[in-house]
């Protein structure tokens, strides 16, 4: 993972948040971030992408979705 520059990423889970602002929409980047998501994927990790905006606007079901995430991650690991 040393290629690419995470947002948040939480090691012992292999949990990544990524978190996109409108560039993500357009065609290329959205190539780009299926093919990068792809590959973090076949290393065992797990990606929740949120748009910037749900930050500001409903940080608290953001917030839900990481925690149950990683609720699950840890209850997979045996943790």
């Known amino acids: 993972m040393d290629i690419f520059v995470l947002d948040f990423y939480c090691r012992d ?3 990544i948040v990524e978190l996109d602002g409108a560039i993500h ?3 290329h980047q959205a190539a780009h971030d299926q093919n990068r998501d792809a590959y973090l994927q076949s290393l065992g990790c797990t990606i929740l992408r949120f748009p910037n905006d749900a930050i ?3 940080i608290e079901s953001v917030l839900q979705k990481i925690a149950q995430t990683a609720a699950g991650l840890r209850r997979a690991a045996g943790g």
Do not use: D, Q, V, Y
């Open 13 to 15: 889970l292999k949990l």
């Open 25 to 27: 929409a357009e065609p």
């Open 56 to 58: 500001s606007t409903n």
